[in-house]
């Protein structure tokens, strides 16, 4: 399993051992001691997750959660914390922390946790990977072909889209051959898939399309 | 009397007087109407001293104004059975009817917007009472003298008998109303009598004999020296034993001087002053120490809350600094079972992780003892004190909460006395009203007659046993279990808080804290020791 786990926790002998417990069970760690430490190495673009002590001096755990979140990074985030203190639990919650686990560990409730948490993460990552490397191969598209692969989302034949173009049907062949090429699908639907996991719409509108 | 006083305890919220209640009200009221009829105007119902009104008063107060038929009632038949017909049937009706009509607005308006309360009086109440009888009073003085001076029955004095007829009913109601409503009100038995209560009769007595005996006869020159007592039985026994005070004082003053046809008039007057000052005063120690007492009551609460929540603040502190090595150490024993189970890895690590989880156990241990630390010696000041004091003082930190829910404290200690003891007194007085606290809410609804002994006796040579018994519930044996060990309870009220605190407080003066069942109730004993 190729995951970070972020340990944040400012007390010693609790980061430690579950440095050394994670490690054992075969996760790569990084354990922090303040909540600004983590903020400052912490990448943006990992596969894993972060476990995190809400009671901390400043900023505390709530706190960290609301940073990571103020910059986008949506690694899940296990929040550990005092027994019955439902209130910060609600909190955690709402602040988007993805799993809840109260101090004293329970074994099987920690490596369950990690291990959703872990594998949440890591399919997060790979969408990200994905969505960023087709939008690498948009990004070579010309403008002409990006127009054409609009109408072609948008549902249109060739005829239609010459017409709107005033290009002829042929050369509309021509251009989605290109696509097709650049985009590294071999089929039409195949291409109109990966346009739209690439966060592309059909926005040209339905009147660019009926004059 | 005792039919009128129960009903008056049954107390319900619409409250009516059943006809023979109602029976009885008209006989007393006749009885003391003939009893009273004395140096009377003329043939008039006139006197000086006119105790029947008192009683109308009390009456209305206590069933409601709409009752006031009966005032009519007793009032025509009291002038029949007492007088005779000494005058036409239309002016006995009208004289019955006057003072009928005006002492029921007077009940009416006490009740309502005066809102005068004799169960919880206070010194406002008290004065709005006088002030509002002197008023109502002159009025049926100035309608009957009118009505009988136009009927040809009172020729001359007619001041005389204006003043006599105002007096007398004023001092009639300040003196009687009082003293009917307080001890229909009281909620517990008149104290025994004690020496410093005899004392005061006595002084009753010798004011009496200095003003009518030793002074110059039916002059009323020495009528002050009846402040004198009056003024300590009121700030002795507040508005209660002042109000019994003065009524026997008036009773007094019309067995001398009415009977052998003294100036009674002259007397009233003073009587008048020194019942409203009496009860003024009366009426402003009752209410002064209500409020020390309701202040008193809620300091306690405070107290108890306060210490109560320091504990638990402690015991969450606590346990979150337990949680940290806790939770280290069971990571750290994983992760050697794991190690232990994969041969790549270096024995040395796996030593190492041991040795950590050692630390963090042996850091775990330290969390604990500082919290016993902090209960041993941190606060622990310990003097050589008497048990005995130690205990008096206790059960003066809750007597006014018992004796308002009937319970009897005592203190049992042995008749030779008992050897000083060696304890941090704070803390073992902490301890006792805890101790006290519990006992008292375990009796209080649930005893028939509720009781509590603080007992302090000898253990062995070297330690006392000092024990709270009570005859309430008792504990069942569920709770007893864990009773001094529930550390971490969450309930704010519960005994597990206050009783471990108390065991820490215990054995960190080296003693030991148990409960013992009782049949019925249950005791709590400690040790401490001797100096």
Known sequence: ?211 | MTTWRATLRAGSQTRHPTLPLAAVYVAVYIALDWLSYIQPVGPLPITAWNPPPGLSLAFLLHFGARQGIWLFVAGVAAEVVVRGLHASPAVLLASAAIPATVYTTLAWALRGPLNVDFARPSLRQIATFVGAVLVACAVVAAALITLYARSGLLETERWIALAQSWIGDSIGIVVTTPAIMLFAARDRAPPMPTRRWLAQVLAVATAFWVVFFAGLHDEPRLFYVLFLPLVWIAMDHGLPGTAAAVLIIQLGLVAVLGYRAGPLLDYQFLMLALAVTGLLIGAAVSERRRIERELRDKQFELDRSLRLAAASELASAMAHELQQPLTAMGNYVRACALMADRPDVPRDELERTVQKAVEESERAGRVVRRMRDFFRSGALTPDTIDAQALALAAIAGVRDRAERHGIAVAVHAPPQGLAPIRVDEGQIQAVLQNLLANAIDAVKSAAASPAIVLRIERADAATARISVEDNGPGVTPDIAEGLFTHFATSKAHGMGLGLAISRSIVEGHGGRIWHEPLHPGAAFRFTVPFA
């Open chain 1, 1 to 211: 399993m190729s995951g970070v786990v972020y340990i944040v926790d400012d007390d010693d002998a609790v980061r430690d051992s579950l440095d050394v417990l994670l490690r054992m069970r075969g996760y790569r760690t990084r354990p922090y001691a303040t909540g600004a430490a983590f903020l400052d190495a912490v990448e943006t673009d990992v596969p894993g997750c972060i476990i995190l002590d809400l009671r901390m001096p400043a900023p505390d755990g709530l706190e960290v959660l609301k940073r990571l979140r103020g910059r986008g990074i949506d690694l899940p985030i296990v929040v550990l914390t005092a027994h019955g203190d439902a209130a910060s639990a609600r909190a955690a919650f709402k602040g988007g922390a993805f799993e809840f686990l109260e101090k004293p560990l329970d074994d099987a409730a920690l490596v369950a946790a990690i291990e959703a948490a872990t594998r949440a993460g890591t399919a997060a990552y790979a969408l990200r990977q994905r969505r960023a490397e087709l939008q690498r191969r948009l990004a070579r598209l010309t403008a002409r072909e990006h127009e054409v692969l609009l109408h072609v989302l948008a549902g249109r034949h060739n005829r239609e889209i010459a017409a709107v173009l005033d290009i002829s049907p042929r050369t509309v062949e021509v251009y989605k051959t290109k696509l097709l090429d650049k985009l590294q699908v071999d089929r039409l639907p195949a291409l109109i898939r990966v346009a739209l996991e690439a966060g592309l719409t059909d926005d040209t509108g339905a009147h660019k399309g009926n004059p």
